[in-house]
């Protein structure tokens, strides 16, 4: 079973960066092997698929409302994934999970915290 980890979150400005990153481990978890996710949770709103990449990483898939500013990479070498979050808007203030699998329904790590406000 995959255990996984944010990390990276804090407190920025409207227009500031972030790169969170997640590193994966397990007994079993074949990392380079599986497609991995990033989704979401605001305040008092539900689970946001945010963007998934396949596992050679030569696919990916970003939500339209988002690909402009937010990037998802991963590190098979080093069980890593990393999302960079550009331009960085109140609305993104929000708890980012990182998932096994594609879409928002695996496993997730306990999350690392956003806030973006002025």
């Known amino acids: 079973q995959v255990q996984l980890v944010e990390s990276g979150g804090g407190s920025v400005t409207p227009g500031g960066s972030i790169r969170l990153s997640c590193t994966a481990s397990?007994?079993?978890?074949?990392?380079?092997?599986?497609?991995m996710s990033w989704v979401r949770q605001a305040p008092g709103k539900g689970l946001e698929w945010i963007t998934s990449?396949?596992?050679?990483?030569?696919?990916?898939k970003t939500l339209d409302s988002l690909k402009s500013r937010f990037t998802m990479s991963r590190d098979n070498a080093e069980k890593k994934l990393y999302l960079q979050m550009n331009n960085l808007r109140v609305e993104d203030t929000a708890m980012y999970y990182c998932?096994?699998?594609w879409g928002k329904g695996g496993t997730r790590g306990p999350g690392t915290q956003v806030t973006v406000s002025s």
């Open positions: 397990g007994a079993g978890f074949d990392f380079s092997s599986n497609a």
């Open positions: 998932a096994e699998g």
């Open positions: 990449l396949t596992a050679d990483g030569s696919y990916g």
